[in-house]
């Protein structure tokens, strides 16, 4: 099993629709979450961490599962400007970030 | 500086050949990460430095690849004699001793072709 695995997509949705990411996890040590954004051909930039008690920013939700190990964010009323891939990245604790492959979500008109 | 700087952005190099690759991290950033992607791929972790500890180098792919970190600041990938598999998009990134909350910052890579 991969230490971090996701979807690849893409996940090709309207404007205005609520669309949903999981990532699953191997190491049940692992500490710390975040989720990243990455344009083509563009270096990756972080979108928000993921808290145990699951976090909002905007139209954007990331929630913590640590007995099932994954996390999964939430992008509500999709806009055309959320095309990228999101990348789900894991910590466990060795300061060695782990990054998921990577979802691809295609927002169209 | 205020991001984290790599140079060259672009680099053409013929199979063979050393290359030489820069990264400049966030001021006061203790830990420094190199990536690598390949087109279409995910990151590929290849080294990291936190301060003065010897650095873990458990991702570089052979003896062709090394790394140094000058200063616990400035950082040089080399990559002795390229081979075509070597193009890929290197990256730089940075963060506190410690990522919290803040996360990893990305320089905007350099992307390296050989051939």
């Known amino acids: 099993r991969k230490e971090v695995e996701q979807d690849p997509g893409p996940f090709n949705v309207p404007e205005g629709a609520t669309v949903a990411f999981n990532c699953t996890y191997s190491?049940?040590?692992?500490?710390?979450f975040f989720w990243y954004r990455q344009d083509c051909r563009k270096e990756p930039k972080l979108l928000m961490s993921?808290?145990?008690s699951g976090n909002e920013d905007g139209r954007f939700t990331a929630q913590l599962n640590r007995a099932s190990q994954y996390i999964s964010l939430l992008i509500r009323d999709s806009k055309l400007s959320d095309s990228a891939t999101y990348l789900c990245v894991v910590n466990r604790g060795s300061y060695i970030p782990t990054f998921g492959r990577g979802t691809s979500l295609i927002v169209h008109p | 500086g205020a991001g984290v700087s790599q140079s060259p952005s672009n680099k053409v190099t013929e199979k063979g050949k050393d290359v030489e690759l820069r990264c400049d991290p966030i001021?006061?950033?203790?830990?420094l990460y190199w990536y690598r992607q390949s087109l279409g791929q995910g990151l590929e972790f290849l080294i990291y430095?936190?301060?003065?500890?010897?650095?873990?180098k458990s991702g570089l792919p052979s003896d062709r690849f090394s790394a140094e970190r000058t200063g616990g600041s400035v950082s040089t990938l080399t990559i002795q004699r390229t081979q075509q598999e070597d193009s890929a998009v290197y990256l730089c990134a940075s963060s506190p001793g410690q990522a919290g909350e803040r996360g990893y910052t990305f320089g905007s890579g350099t992307r390296l072709t050989v051939v």
């Open positions: 430095f936190q301060g003065n500890s010897a650095p873990d």
């Open positions: 190491n049940s040590a692992s500490q710390s």
């Open positions: 993921v808290y145990s």
């Open positions: 001021s006061g950033h203790t830990a």
